[in-house]
Nanobody
Framework: QVQLVESGGGLVQAGGSLRVSCSVS???????????MAWFRQAPGKGREAREL??????????NYADSVKGRFTISRDNAKNTVSLQMNSLTPEDTGVYYC????????????????WGQGTQVTVSS
């Protein structure tokens, strides 16, 4: 019913930049509101339980970052378009992984509510 679709991953050299984006859509009706949105990262060889929070943003645009990305990454969202983006600068090989979009508290005009939703992930690879 509700889809989260990420885009923008790829291969970049250390020190470079990438921007990943996520769009939330619904097949029937419209998205009424989304509470919190976030980006998680799953490092190579690690399971789903090892996904780590990279950055989060509330509907009011309060942000929270993992210590390892503070000052390098910037999360932003567009409530009108139901999108969230992550600008990643000064990338290092340790930033390599699959980046997952996460949306919490999704309300649809049809009356349905969703607690926590995940995208399919987009690969980010940083070469040294």
């Amino acid at each position: 019913q509700v889809q989260l679709v990420e885009s923008g991953g790829g291969l970049v050299q250390a020190g470079g930049s990438l921007r990943v984006s996520c769009s939330v859509s619904v097949r029937t009706g419209k998205i009424a509101s989304i509470s919190d949105m976030a980006w998680f990262r799953q490092a190579p060889g690690k399971g789903r339980e090892a996904r780590e929070l990279v950055a989060a943003i509330t509907r009011g645009s309060s942000t929270n970052y993992a210590d390892s990305v503070k000052g390098r990454f910037t999360i932003s969202r567009d409530n009108a378009k139901n999108t969230v983006s992550l600008q990643m600068n000064s990338l290092t090989p340790e930033d390599t992984g699959v980046y997952y979009c996460n949306a919490q508290g999704v309300r649809v005009t049809s009356g349905l509510n969703y607690g926590i939703l995940w995208g399919q992930g987009t690969q980010v690879t940083v070469s040294s």
